[in-house]
T-cell receptor, first 112, second 112 residues
Framework: ETGVTQTPRHLVMGMTNKKSLKCEQH?????MYWYKQSAKKPLELMFV???????ENNSVPSRFSPECPNSSHLFLHLHTLQPEDSALYLC???????????FGSGTRLTVV | GNSVTQMEGPVTLSEEAFLTINCTYT??????LFWYVQYPGEGLQLLLK?????DKGSNKGFEATYRKETTSFHLEKGSVQVSDSAVYFC???????????FGAGTTVTVRA
């Protein structure tokens, strides 16, 4: 399988639940990213991993916890979320050179 | 710092009309420039890119020319189709930096 794959595509969770989003890439990229896309707002960069180390955390609340166990996989662990966290969560990967990103299709998260 | 400014939408056009989406940038050095497209319910896809001044990126009938003198990378298509309805994002990556800076996105709707 090629490209960037995100699972699940849709997720509905209660505010007390714990869930995880998964991202997988088979492109040989060595950088991975989590973005949040809310309606009528610009893309928000949440986390950046380069060579499996977190290199950027843009003031994201601790209820979001990323994990990058290897260069092909990226997770976003979610717990005690708020309704305003409902959004499309996008994963992307790239080489550590300015060649652009490859995005996954996203996980549409709804917090109830 | 690096930034990208693109025209605000939404833009509504009739089929076969000419489309232009303006994008200007601020960056040091010689960044690479990108246009991404996001179709409804999907993640972002790379549409085209240009890595140096006067380069023209093209794909699917879309074109954009890297103009260093005006710090611009405007997206154009001569005859749009309903299937071009999407959100379009301009982005840049500085030389020797893999992180992308995105514009706010422009929503384009093409009517039959």
């Amino acid at each position: 399988e090629t490209g960037v794959t995100q699972t699940p595509r849709h997720l509905v969770m209660g505010m007390t639940n714990k869930k995880s989003l998964k991202c997988e890439q088979h492109l040989g990229h060595n950088a991975m990213y989590w973005y949040k896309q809310s309606a009528k707002k610009p893309l928000e960069l949440m986390f950046v991993y380069s060579l499996e180390e977190r290199v950027e955390n843009n003031s994201v609340p601790s209820r979001f916890s990323p994990e990058c166990p290897n260069s092909s996989h990226l997770f976003l662990h979610l717990h005690t979320l708020q309704p305003e966290d409902s959004a499309l969560y996008l994963c992307a990967s790239s080489h550590t050179g300015n060649y652009g990103y490859t995005f996954g299709s996203g996980t549409r998260l709804t917090v109830v | 710092g690096n930034s990208v400014t693109q025209m605000e939408g939404p833009v509504t056009l009739s089929e076969e009309a000419f489309l232009t989406i303006n994008c200007t940038y601020t960056a040091t050095g010689y960044p690479s420039l990108f246009w991404y497209v996001q179709y409804p319910g999907e993640g972002l896809q790379l549409l085209l890119k240009a890595t140096k001044a006067d380069d023209k990126g093209s794909n699917k009938g879309f074109e954009a020319t890297y103009r260093k003198e005006t710090t611009s990378f405007h997206l154009e298509k001569g005859s749009v189709q309903v299937s071009d309805s999407a959100v379009y994002f301009c982005a840049l990556a500085r030389s020797n930096d893999y992180k992308l800076s995105f514009g706010a996105g422009t929503t384009v709707t093409v009517r039959a």
